[in-house]
């Protein structure tokens, strides 16, 4: 199937899933899929934003920055982990940094904002499942790195993101969605100075629909739109 077909087939799946809400979504806007073009050429990232996708996803500061260059403006968004000395690299360029993960991040991150003169909006990502091979915070850290980034001027707190273990069996990731919801509920709910608590990013292509059926309204599909990645 074409990039424009699989998208199409991917937001039927996701307004299906969205029907199957347990809960109301705790925010306004509608689910957003992000098109996570890493190891993609440029030619794939103008197809994916010519089927109407207005947000694309990227592992690497250096990928995005030349792809970046090449294309349509776009909202890019970082999903990988971001090393502290790519941050000045990183902030003119992503609207929205999924995988903040420490207080050292987020201090480098107001530095290199307040340089650019910019508001750079972020997500705390927690490594709910405690998986040794992901970043992100662990759960009992969260609150305390969100306290951190409400005092940053130049740094907005806009959620929480995770990536779910690879079960087989999809159902086994719920609980680790629930859990992140749980926890994005109660940051809203403290309602800190200087954040806008709005973006739940979790759900990948194996488990998208049980990410939305749980509460995310911030996806990040590469496979399912653009087909499996030669590394
Ligand atoms: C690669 C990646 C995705 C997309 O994975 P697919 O399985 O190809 O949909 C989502 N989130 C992060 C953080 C990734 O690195």
């Given at each position: 199937m074409s990039i424009g077909a699989n998208l199409a087939h991917i937001r039927h799946n996701i307004d299906l899933a969205a029907a199957r809400r347990?809960?109301?979504?705790?925010?306004?806007p509608g689910v957003k899929v992000?098109?996570?073009?890493?190891?993609?050429d440029a030619a794939a990232v103008r197809e994916v934003l010519a089927a109407g996708a207005t947000a694309v996803g990227e592992n690497r500061v250096q990928e995005a920055a030349t792809k970046a260059v090449l294309l349509p403006p776009a909202e890019w968004h970082l999903i990988g982990h971001l090393q502290t000395n790519k941050v000045r690299q990183a902030v003119p360029l992503?609207?929205?940094?999924?995988s903040l993960d420490s207080e050292r991040l987020a201090l480098e991150v107001e530095r290199a904002a307040a340089r650019a003169d910019k508001r750079q909006d972020v997500l705390i990502q927690v490594n709910v499942a405690g998986e040794d091979t992901k970043s992100g915070v662990a759960p009992d850290e969260m609150t305390a790195l969100a306290a951190l980034v409400s005092g940053l001027p130049h740094v907005r707190l806009c959620g929480l993101m995770t990536m779910a273990p690879f079960y087989?069996?999809?159902?086994?990731a719920r609980p680790v969605f629930r859990e992140l919801y749980r926890m994005f509920a109660a940051l809203r709910a403290a309602?800190?100075?200087?954040?806008?608590?709005?973006w739940l990013s979790m759900g990948m292509t194996n488990d998208y629909s049980v990410a939305v059926e749980e509460g995310a309204n911030l996806v990040r599909i590469g496979t399912a739109i653009f087909g499996p990645r030669h590394y």
């Open positions: 347990r809960e109301a979504p705790v925010t306004g992000v098109a996570v073009t890493k190891n993609r992503f609207s929205l940094i999924h087989e069996d999809v159902e086994e309602a800190l100075p200087n954040t806008d608590i709005e």
